[in-house]
């Protein structure tokens, strides 16, 4: 292995200890002070319906940490499969499992296996299910052609490894699936500083 494959491994290793952390705290603490919009803020601000976040329990609103809203395009529809990126708190699968309704399934993805379980137990208290796993989603842990929908809200831009996300998120759909993600795109290449902060990766 090169000094340059070795120093990218320590990188994306200290970015995802990172990650962890940071959403980790939003969730544990949402009242706490961020310099990003989270809660219910953040969702207003992203036109999340007021009902979707009326009927959701309140640790997932308040822990919702996105950067746009994925369900307005993603004209989910009764009995489909839906993946969800980086699902945190629950609060986007939620939302997923009533479009879908009792016919249709949600399975989430997070780096963090404590949210995983936060999330599944958010969307118990709702009376929907979801399905969540720990996971990269440069490896997403599904067979091949088995959703119908993938949406993720902000974490695409947290990987290293982007063209890699995206093959993934193509094998995972079946044909004639689709996929609606919000996300935060630079238009200028990143400082060399940025890129080495995995503090700044992870915000």
Request: hydrophobic share 40%; charged share 25%.
């Given at each position: 292995?090169?000094d340059a494959?070795?120093?990218?491994?320590?990188?994306?290793?200290q970015l995802?200890?990172?990650?962890v952390?940071?959403?980790?705290?939003?969730?544990?603490n949402?009242?706490a002070e961020?310099?990003?919009?989270h809660?219910r803020?953040?969702?207003e601000l992203?036109?999340?319906?007021p009902?979707?976040?009326d009927e959701?329990?309140p640790g997932a609103?308040?822990s919702?940490?996105?950067?746009?809203n994925?369900?307005?395009?993603?004209?989910?529809?009764a009995?489909e499969t839906?993946?969800?990126?980086?699902?945190?708190?629950?609060?986007?699968?939620?939302?997923?499992?009533?479009?879908?309704?009792?016919?249709?399934k949600?399975?989430g993805i997070d780096?963090?296996?404590?949210?995983?379980?936060?999330?599944?137990?958010?969307?118990?208290t709702t009376g929907?299910?979801?399905?969540?796993?720990?996971?990269?989603?440069?490896?997403i842990?599904?067979p091949?052609?088995?959703?119908?929908?993938?949406?993720?809200?902000?974490v695409?831009?947290?990987s290293?490894?982007?063209?890699?996300v995206i093959?993934?998120m193509?094998?995972?759909?079946?044909?004639?699936?689709?996929?609606?993600i919000?996300?935060i795109?630079s238009?200028?290449?990143?400082?060399?500083?940025?890129?080495?902060?995995?503090?700044?990766?992870?915000?």
């Open positions: 292995m090169t494959v070795e120093a990218q491994a320590s990188l994306e290793a995802k200890d990172e990650i952390r940071m959403y980790q705290e939003v969730a544990d949402p009242d961020f310099h990003f919009f809660g803020e953040a969702a992203f036109e999340y319906r009902e979707w976040l959701a329990p609103v308040e919702f940490a996105g950067v746009g994925p369900h307005e395009r993603a004209n989910l529809q009995g839906v993946l969800d990126l980086g699902s945190g708190a629950g609060l986007d699968p939620i939302i997923a499992s009533r479009s879908v309704g009792p016919t249709g949600v399975i780096l963090n296996p404590a949210m995983c379980l936060k999330a599944q137990a958010h969307a118990a929907t299910s979801m399905e969540c796993h720990e996971g990269r989603m440069e490896d842990p599904l091949d052609a088995s959703v119908d929908v993938v949406i993720s809200n902000g695409i831009n947290l290293f490894r982007k063209r890699r093959e993934e193509f094998r995972v759909l079946k044909p004639g699936g689709r996929i609606s919000t996300d795109v238009a200028k290449q990143l400082s060399q500083s940025i890129v080495n902060d995995p503090k700044l990766w992870a915000s």
